[in-house]
């Protein structure tokens, strides 16, 4: 499942990336949104797609563009 596809409301654990370009993947490094990551999904706006999320163990929250959340593959907290 992609992030993307997430609804708000969820927790999720990143678990992996569908883009491994360089450049890409140095962006999700400075965000915190490693494989293992647990993060929350706060909103979608409705109007861009674009997705406000909130990294467990931060105090800040962050907006991830629909395409970046298209490329990040995601499990649900409560599977294994």
């Excluded at 959340?69 to 599977?79: G, K």
Aim: no cysteine; net charge neutral; proline share 4%.
């Amino acid at each position: 499942v992609r992030l993307s596809q997430a609804k708000a409301g969820s927790k999720v654990i990143i678990s992996g990336v569908n883009d491994h370009q360089p450049a890409f993947l140095q962006f999700l490094r400075k965000k915190g949104l490693m494989p293992g990551a647990v993060i929350t999904l706060i909103e979608t706006d409705p109007f861009e797609k674009s997705l406000l999320l909130h990294l467990e163990n931060s105090s800040e929250n962050l907006f991830l563009s629909n395409e970046v959340a298209s490329q990040i593959f995601i499990r649900f907290n409560d599977e294994r």
